[in-house]
């Protein structure tokens, strides 16, 4: 797999978005130091403060498309793994793409789909980790934190090393086990929140193909599937 290094990059989802419409073969991955138009779920702006660890990969997967949802909660398992390994810190996972260190948020991930130019799908997979010496925005200080680590290249590395079988454990479901046991929702009450509704609910479980499943307090049960909603704790 090739890693290109950048000092900065206006953001790497589309340095690596237009590669792949190019032609990029799987797993080429550009990393910025850091980033002036990060972009994170709708279309939230991504603080990338020098120091991160900023990314983004092409896949090219060969899976069915019902299975597309998968990978972004299969993601945060592989950059979870990655992180337990080489730091020795356990994050919670907050479905459906973000990933927590004592409530606050320090890794975000974004996948977007496309097609190249000979008509072949492709997703391009952006991960964002707050890294090194926590030059947040004082803005950010309520909600969000660092991990204290400084080897970007070895982080890298090492999540794209778990991402690699990502077509054999999202068809065989293997993956969501190990989501299960890190997600902090599980088990709490949540608010779901689609568009101006907010809807308060228990979020309950976690399915093959990353859904949340949640129970309203009318009784009605419905499996989430990311988009336009959120979650928030109460």
């Known amino acids: 797999m090739e890693i290109q290094y950048f000092d900065h990059l206006v953001s790497t989802n589309e340095t690596a978005r237009a590669a792949a419409i190019a032609g990029a073969a799987p797993f080429y991955t550009v990393a910025a130091r850091q ?16 120091g991160g660890t900023y990314f983004s990969t092409v896949l090219r997967p060969k899976l069915a498309r019902e299975k597309f949802g998968a990978i972004t909660p299969f993601c945060a398992v592989a950059v979870h793994r990655a992180i337990a390994e080489l730091t020795g810190v356990s994050l919670d996972i907050k479905w459906i793409n973000d990933l927590l260190l004592n409530g606050k948020k320090v890794c975000g991930i974004l996948a977007v789909a496309g097609e190249d130019q000979k008509g072949e799908s492709f997703v391009v997979l952006g ?64 608010t779901v929140i689609k568009g101006e509704s907010r809807v308060s609910a228990t979020a309950l479980d976690i399915d093959a193909e990353g859904g949340l499943l949640v129970a309203y307090e009318n009784g009605i049960q419905e499996i989430l599937r990311g988009g336009e909603i959120s979650l928030r704790f109460r």
């Not at 934190?145 to 990502?166: A, C, H, S």
């Not at 293997?174 to 929702?185: F, G, I, K, P």
């Open 127 to 190: 991960i964002g980790i707050n890294t090194g010496r926590g030059n947040l925005p004082p803005e950010l200080a309520d909600i969000a934190t660092y991990l204290p680590y400084d080897d970007v290249e070895g982080l890298i590395k090492r999540i794209l090393y778990w991402l690699q079988n990502f077509e054999d454990e999202i068809r065989e479901g293997s993956w969501v086990e190990y989501y299960r046991a890190h997600a902090s929702c599980l088990g709490s009450a949540v």
């Open 35 to 50: 980033q002036s138009g990060g972009v994170g779920r709708m279309g939230r702006s991504f603080s990338s403060p020098e």
